[in-house]
């Protein structure tokens, strides 16, 4: 008996860290749902006009534009202003099994803003994040749950005293974007509902519009230009 135990234990282990090995090897490009070989993304956010009928855009909010190396990872995630000046810098570190180790983000002005650290669950999924400031100090921790296609369900985050302060539930239409994100405070109250639309795909799969709705009313408008390698 004992050595039928030993058995299962010694094959779970096996199994388990087969599983992770396979996880890591999950790039960015299939967590994020991009299908095909993505070199960039160039993704524009524009205001909803609100006495519109049908959503319409009106001005620019925010450009953002990400690269992608030859095995789907991020390189950097850049924002601009309306006017092209940079916003903030993301920078991406990488482990030598593919493990997303850390995110670096910088203000416009090249000043360290956030470094953000992870913790993955036995599907490779990241089940945790750490964010601290310049000094080093955490001032926010996330942690989230996901269903067996990678699809995070629940985001739940907490202040620098470990207090919870507000809690996300998501939901994913069948390409596995997300059509809903239902926000609670630590009470378990329902502050604020975001839904999104989607339309415009290229041949890959790949939306190249987006509306998103914050307690049904239109509030941003996204456009995507996607280069492929």
Request: glycine residues 8%.
């Amino acid at each position: 008996m004992r050595r039928l135990f030993s058995f299962v234990t010694s094959l779970l282990i096996t199994i388990g860290a087969t599983a992770v090995a396979h996880a890591e090897r999950k790039n960015d490009l299939q967590r994020e749902k991009l299908k095909g070989k993505v070199k960039s993304v160039t993704e524009y956010e524009y205001n909803a006009l609100e006495d519109s009928k049908v959503p319409e855009k009106g001005t620019l909010k925010i450009k953002a534009v990400c690269r992608y190396d030859e095995n789907g990872n991020r390189i950097d995630y850049i924002t601009y202003s309306e006017d092209g000046k940079v916003q903030s810098k993301s920078e991406y570190n990488y482990g030598d099994n593919g493990v997303l180790k850390d995110v670096k983000r910088y203000r416009g002005d090249g000043g360290l803003n956030v470094t953000t650290t992870f913790k993955y669950d036995m599907l490779g999924n990241e089940s945790e994040e750490t964010n601290t400031d310049p000094s080093g100090m955490v001032f926010m921790t996330g942690k989230g749950k996901y269903d067996l296609r990678g699809n995070r369900i629940t985001y739940d985050r907490y202040d620098m005293n470990g207090h919870l302060f507000l809690k996300s539930n998501f939901k994913y239409d069948k390409n596995g974007d997300p059509v809903e994100e239902r926000e609670y405070d630590s009470h378990s109250s329902l502050q604020f509902t975001t839904t999104f639309e989607y339309d415009n795909y290229d041949k890959n799969g790949n939306w190249l519009g987006k509306v998103m709705y914050k307690n049904k009313k239109p509030r941003s408008i996204y456009e995507r230009e996607i280069e492929y390698q």
